[in-house]
């Protein structure tokens, strides 16, 4: 069986197709559109209808930002808005007149890259993005665990910070608030009074902001990922997103995780991740 997988991004959208032995055979990426829900529904059947004209025995899987409600069947906690209360599923299946599996991108980039990937020999995987939003997953013995109301491993809406900074989710102190790239930018603007890019604030870590954003970001990262160590005990943790690309958090950030667990002994690895921007797509393939 062929497998195709979809990757919706807040700015791109791709498609893989492999093959039965999961070699790659075509893959195509577009810009997603921007907040419009038709717009969006219709870039994906175009995509799969571009890599599957001539096959016929495939699955589609597709991640995509948020989850899929059990109770309703609407799509929900998404960052991408003009999906949230949207039946995505069910408007693709009549599309495609095919049944289709959705995870959430963190649990697609989990899924990848504990069978791909960096933590293809853990046996207990933590995977996180942290990005334009922050969110994680948990694959168990190669197996997405997705909980009982599909919210598994939502460590970026833990409350870090209460009565924090507002997030979209309408809760106050969320992780993504404080640990996401626009959370990280717009800190550095208060700090600094002036707005840059998060690749150079990393490059022109320099001056007395610059220490203060950097201790302060080192902190947040520390006790998130601490309590998540303490509930879940994970065998490792991949990081995913864009700043998964910073070098202190595997050293540092490791570092300041490690001081705020609850053992006497803390030895989780915390890991890049291998398949770049890529395990998304991937792990929607993988799904089935």
């Not at 038709?38 to 016929?56: A, P």
């Not at 109770?71 to 998404?78: A, D, E, R, V, Y």
Request: with cysteine; charged share 20%.
């Amino acid at each position: 069986m062929f497998k195709v997988g979809i990757d919706l991004g807040g700015t791109k959208t791709e498609v893989i197709l492999l093959d039965p032995k999961l070699n790659v055979l075509q893959r195509k990426r577009v810009p997603t559109p921007n907040q419009n829900y038709e717009k969006i529904i219709k870039t994906i059947s175009d995509l799969i209808g571009d890599v599957t004209q001539n096959i016929s025995n495939f699955t589609v899987g597709v991640c995509t930002p948020g989850a899929i409600s059990k109770q309703t069947g609407l799509i929900k906690n998404s960052n991408t808005q003009c999906l949230i209360g949207k039946p995505f599923q069910d408007d693709l299946k009549k599309i495609l007149k095919k049944d289709i599996l959705i995870e959430n991108d963190a649990n697609c980039f989990t899924m990848a890259e504990s069978l791909l990937g960096s933590a293809r020999d853990f046996d207990t995987v933590f995977g996180i993005i942290m990005g334009t939003g922050v969110g994680g997953g948990i694959v168990y013995q190669k197996k997405l665990l997705v909980g009982r109301t599909n919210i598994a491993g939502e460590w970026g809406h833990h409350t870090l910070i209460r009565n924090g900074n507002p997030c979209y989710c309408g809760k106050h102190g969320c992780v993504e608030t404080y640990l996401s790239g626009p959370a990280l930018e717009s800190s550095w603007k208060k700090l600094s009074g002036y707005s840059k890019p998060m690749h150079e604030i990393i490059r022109d870590l320099d001056g007395p902001s610059a220490e203060i954003w950097k201790n302060d970001f080192l902190e947040n990262f520390g006790y998130a990922l601490a309590n998540v160590i303490d509930i879940l005990d994970p065998d490792v943790i991949v990081l995913g997103g864009g700043l998964s690309n910073i070098d202190f958090l595997y050293d540092e950030g490791k570092k300041s995780v490690y001081e705020k667990v609850f053992s006497d002994i803390v030895d989780t690895p915390i890991i890049k991740n291998e398949l770049g921007d890529s395990a998304g797509v991937f792990g929607a393939a993988l799904l089935w």
